[in-house]
């Protein structure tokens, strides 16, 4: 390369020889200017531009200018592409948030588990749900699934209610309505009064999940508002039997809500009068009060609504007593089924609605 200059208008000069001026001073100047013997080329036919040629003695690493010059603009280039990339990803990742549902979570590689990540996002859209009867207070959780505070829950938790309150997980309390109930799936929706911009929670698809996906139960297990743990899906379509009402099932002592699985009973006496529906099975820790609350995915989408576990210290059938607490057997109902009643719980639902305070 040579440091050949274009001028406006005129044409790029051809690359000239070294036989222009000595490189190593006047001692090799004739053998420079011969071309070892040879004679040197003739000028072309037009005159060329005006070159500044190399002054004799001036060492050659001139010739390397235009090299680094090139380089330092590449490198000048390049920061500034790269700066000009993160100012665009900042702006565009600055549009993509929303305060309607709970975000998404990417619960990968750089987050383990990710239970963190989901207990976060989703853990505001989840409530503690006391409802007052004749006979006491039945606590249960729920999964906010609107801004104006519709929320889905169990219908065992709400059975019998004459009012009913809601927790938040900033420790607000507020009293809500039951919209509708369906007892033929253990679902129910209420309304919180004068509620507006609260935190929803994202619906995911449950016909897309498998045996061995990992799952973020959080509820409010024993009044305990907020708790949170976490599983895999154990198995998927199993039959499970629960009462319609809550007068209809005599419950254990510890508040377990019985049901029916593989032909025996568990938590007390389901009753006479009892429906049955597919579950999600999962081995994420419930105990009493995590009913109506939400089974996750790594997402951060609900996946099932929980309804059922299993309280080894008052079983009856053929399962053995032992000590009290989750043992790894619960039950979700499947989102899926949910937002196929939504319609039909917003309307009363198959068992009556419009109560409570």
């Known amino acids: 390369m040579t440091d050949s200059y274009r001028r406006s208008g005129d044409e790029m000069p051809q690359d000239r020889p070294y036989a222009y001026g000595t490189e190593n001073g006047t001692q090799h100047g004739t053998e420079h200017g011969t071309g070892f013997g040879r004679a040197v080329p003739p000028p072309p ?64 590689q750089k987050s383990g588990s990710g239970v963190s990540a989901v207990a976060k996002a989703v853990s505001p859209a989840i409530v503690e749900i006391k409802a007052r009867t004749e006979t006491g207070v039945s606590t249960g959780s729920g999964v906010v ?73 959080i509820g409010s297990p024993e009044g305990l508002t907020g708790s949170v743990t976490s599983g895999i899906v154990s198995a998927l379509n199993r039959d499970v039997t629960v009462p319609k009402e809550e007068s209809q099932g005599r419950q254990d002592p510890r508040g377990g809500w019985p049901f029916e699985f593989g032909g025996n009973e568990y938590n007390g006496d389901t009753g006479s009068s009892k429906t049955s529906y597919k579950a999600i099975q999962t081995d994420a820790s419930l105990n009493p009060g995590n009913s109506g609350g939400a089974l996750i995915n790594m997402q951060g989408q609900i996946i099932g609504i929980n309804s059922a576990m299993y309280s080894p210290s008052s079983a009856t059938g053929s399962a053995s007593g032992g000590a009290a607490g989750s043992v790894g057997l619960g039950f979700a109902i499947p989102v899926n089924t949910v937002k196929a009643d939504l319609d039909s719980l917003r309307d009363g639902g198959s068992g009556g609605g419009n109560t409570g305070v």
Do not use: C, W
């Not at 100012?87 to 979570?105: D, F, H, Y």
């Not at 709400?158 to 253990?186: C, E, H, I, M, Y």
């Open 45 to 108: 036919p037009y005159a060329p531009g005006p070159v500044p040629g190399p002054v004799a003695g001036e060492p050659r690493r001139k010739v390397r200018r235009p090299v680094a010059l090139i380089a330092a603009v590449a490198l000048a280039s390049g920061l500034i592409g790269g700066g000009s990339a993160a100012l665009i990803a900042g702006a565009t990742a600055g549009q993509n948030q929303s305060g309607a549902a709970t975000p998404l979570v990417n619960a990968g």
């Open 145 to 217: 699934i609107t801004g104006d505070g519709e929320i889905v829950t169990n219908n065992h938790v709400l059975s019998g209610a004459d009012t009913v309150s809601v927790t938040f997980s900033d420790g607000s309390r507020k009293t809500a309505r039951v919209v509708g109930t369906d007892p033929d799936k253990d679902l129910a929706l209420i309304k919180v009064r004068g509620a507006k911009g609260l935190t929803a929670a994202s619906l995911g698809d449950s016909n897309r999940i498998a045996v061995g996906d990992p799952v973020v139960a």
